[in-house]
């Protein structure tokens, strides 16, 4: 067995042609970089954005063992009963506890035990439970019960990734962002050793604005008056992190970022 153990973030899928393109290309990526666990952040792989239940199927069969959500997780109604149902599909652990769904999962691969969680920012988002609280209280949670722990912060202000991972520097394996559609480029280990990057990018067409076709981005905006929001086809690329653990320590040794061909 190998001394490693390799996480791979796949950044937000926009709309269901990159979903299709991801999901045929997941795995040879898993390969490539000798992934034991790849996390997709699925909240807008749904036509129109959201997410619908065909598509968390597809990429949870396609090699995804675990999607995160956002602020659009809810845009389908449909997603209330299945994230109930389905514990590898995340929703933010800081939405109100009625919600339906959870904000973490831990999942086990081999011998290694992996606690997944998700959180949204509260920074031109919605006012959400303090993320900071919101992780604390998943680790208290969860304490004894995993080996190695990742969390998909989903959150729009770089200031507040930032200061959110160097509050869990040292208590978890790794923080990587979502959200911004941008792939930031400051990989690196905090100083007392978690891998981060502030967002790891999108799942779409790099010839766009975020994944929607630049002319109407540019219309609504010149505008200001309703525009349909068309997903970009055409040749798609999704921003990754990879994020190297030692399976004795459990510790991160290494993270970084790159964009994939699809
Ligand atoms: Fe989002």
Redesign the pocket.
């Known amino acids: 067995m190998k001394d490693t153990f390799t996480v791979v973030a796949f950044g937000?899928v926009v709309g269901p042609y990159a979903t299709e393109k991801l999901c045929r290309k997941l795995r040879s990526i898993k390969d490539k970089y000798s992934a034991d666990l790849a996390i997709v952040?699925a909240?807008?792989a749904a036509k129109g954005?959201g997410l619908d239940v065909p598509s968390a199927d597809a990429l949870l069969n396609a090699g995804a063992d675990v999607l995160t959500?956002?602020?659009?997780i809810w845009k389908r109604h449909e997603i209330q009963d299945y994230l109930e149902e389905a514990p590898y599909v995340l929703r933010p652990a800081n939405y109100p506890d009625s919600c339906p769904g959870r904000g973490s999962v831990i999942v086990e691969c081999g011998r290694v035990r992996v606690l997944v969680m998700n959180i949204?920012g509260t920074v031109y988002?919605d006012p959400l439970q303090s993320p900071f609280d919101a992780a604390d209280r998943m680790l208290r949670e969860n304490r004894g019960n995993y080996d190695i722990s990742v969390l998909d912060f989903?959150a729009?202000a770089t200031a507040e990734k930032i200061a959110l991972a160097n509050w869990l520097d040292g208590r978890v394996g790794a923080v990587f962002g979502?959200?911004?559609?941008v792939r930031t480029a400051d990989a690196r280990l905090l100083p007392k050793g978690t891998a981060y990057i502030t967002d790891i990018g999108m799942t779409g067409r790099p010839d766009s604005v975020l994944g929607v076709d630049t002319g109407a981005i540019i219309f609504h905006m010149r505008t200001h008056m309703p525009t349909k929001f068309n997903v970009s086809d055409g040749e798609t690329e999704t921003g990754i992190a990879v994020i190297t653990f030692d399976r004795k320590t459990k510790k991160a040794i290494s993270i970084t970022s790159a964009d994939e061909r699809i």
């Open positions: 937000d952040n909240e807008n954005n959500g956002g602020n659009h949204l988002l989903h729009e979502t959200h911004t559609h």
